[in-house]
């Protein structure tokens, strides 16, 4: 009885013996390099990306990678296995599925190796400098198709001479019954000897600055998303319409300070916005409206189109939009607002108490909401409201029917 303790230690020993052993003939993870390229994907979208696992070392490498994504980046499978010969590389394929846009760094890459006998291993933690760069979701892309077609649309009804549709001089064509009598050009009739009108094309090359309010109250939540989501669809159509009518988009993000700017770029004006929005997120800040005017009047000097996408409530257009709104009387503004459905909603009374408050709280919400948009039609400005799904689309007809009688 007294030797019954001499096997335990013995097999103890044994296993201890083995697992060193294993973990000497381990490959050093030092020798194994992984290599991850930069990733740009749109949110919502789903992405395959490459990995690259090559085997430095002389002598067989077995073992694992994992990746160094953070939590909002879904990434599958997160530990690669590899069994690689010496000199010998492998590229092993992950699927990254992005919750939240912006640009994202990986954190540092596990490489683990095991023995021969899988007992025991070695692990090292290595910084990688592989970025992913999630662009917004641009949902509101399926307006574009029919957009496109009003404009062209417009551009081919301009050129029949259509009253009020573009201020560009196009052409000289004769006159026919029914054309505007104004469009007649005398000189060119008594020249020619024969009556000649003249012909006009939307206006091109016209400024646009879109502003967007990053500010407290951006941050708030209608449905899903924060208000500033919105926004940001907004600008992405209005710059993909932009592009096509050939004008020059400046945009501008603004809270307390001027926290992003995009200047007009002859081509991929689309991805160069998309890539400055990206990594926009709202801020605590309230908005200083009196420095967004500065910062408008500094980037154009003749008359332009500003959209200002916003909240109204109690604290932005007292904060200083009103005044901002008169300090910019020579250009053509639309004040662009995403609405909340669930406050509509609430004006539905339930016969509870609780309920007739809730009501009175959203009729009070929705009666502020209306003077102020009033306020600012009086001072000039153009409001468009509607609830965040369709606040592009209303933006973007706006702006084409601002761009049909001349106004830009």
């Known amino acids: 009885m007294g030797g019954s303790w001499v096997w335990p230690v013995v097999v103890l020993l044994v296993v201890v013996a083995l697992c060193g052993a294993d973990w000497l003939l381990a490959t050093n993870p030092q020798n194994i390099a992984v290599t991850r390229l930069d990733v740009t994907l749109r949110l919502g979208t789903v992405q395959s990306t490459d990995v690259e696992i090559r085997n430095n070392s002389s002598r067989r490498a077995r073992g694992s990678v994992r990746n160094g994504w953070p939590p909002s980046v879904t990434a599958a499978p997160s530990l690669i296995p590899f069994n690689l010969g010496p000199g010998r590389r492998t590229i092993q394929s992950t699927i990254i599925s992005p919750s939240r846009r912006g640009k994202i760094e990986s954190g540092p890459i596990t490489v683990r190796t095991a023995g021969p006998l899988g007992l025991a291993g070695r692990q090292r933690n290595r910084e990688d400098s592989a970025k992913l760069m999630v662009m917004p979701a641009f949902k509101a892309r399926r307006f574009l198709p029919s957009r496109i077609a009003r404009l062209k649309e417009m551009e081919g009804k301009s050129l029949l001479l259509v009253s009020g549709e573009g201020t560009e001089f196009d052409s000289l064509r004769e006159y026919v019954r029914g054309d505007d009598v104004r469009s007649i050009d005398w000189r060119s009739t008594a020249r020619r000897g024969q009556t000649l009108v003249k012909t006009w094309r939307p206006e091109r090359d016209r400024r646009i600055v879109s502003v967007l309010d990053c500010g407290r109250s951006s941050s708030i939540r209608i449905g899903e998303e924060p208000r500033i989501d919105s926004s940001i669809e907004t600008t992405l159509l209005l710059a993909a319409l932009a592009e096509k009518s050939g004008d020059l988009l400046h945009v501008l993000v603004h809270d307390d300070t001027l926290k992003a700017r995009v200047d007009p770029a002859r081509r991929s004006t689309i991805h160069t916005v998309a890539a400055a929005l990206a990594d926009v997120q709202p801020s605590l800040a309230q908005t200083d409206w009196a420095d967004v005017a500065g910062n408008i009047r500094k980037t154009v000097n003749a008359k332009s189109l500003v959209v200002i996408t916003t909240a109204l409530d109690s604290g932005t257009v007292p904060g200083g939009l009103l005044e901002a709104i008169s300090l910019l009387h020579r250009h053509t503004i639309i004040v662009?607002?995403?609405?909340?459905?669930?406050?509509?909603?609430?004006?539905?009374?339930?016969?509870?108490?609780?309920?007739?408050?809730?009501?009175?709280?959203?009729?009070?919400?929705?009666?502020?909401?209306?003077?102020?948009?009033?306020?600012?039609?009086?001072?000039?400005?153009?409001v468009v409201t509607a609830p965040p799904d369709d606040l592009p689309a209303k933006v973007a007809d706006t702006y084409l029917a601002l761009k049909e009688a001349g106004r830009l």
């Open 336 to 382: 662009a607002v995403a609405t909340d459905p669930v406050i509509v909603s609430m004006t539905q009374t339930d016969g509870t108490s609780q309920g007739a408050y809730e009501a009175a709280a959203a009729h009070r919400a929705l009666l502020d909401e209306r003077a102020l948009s009033d306020h600012l039609s009086r001072l000039g400005a153009v």
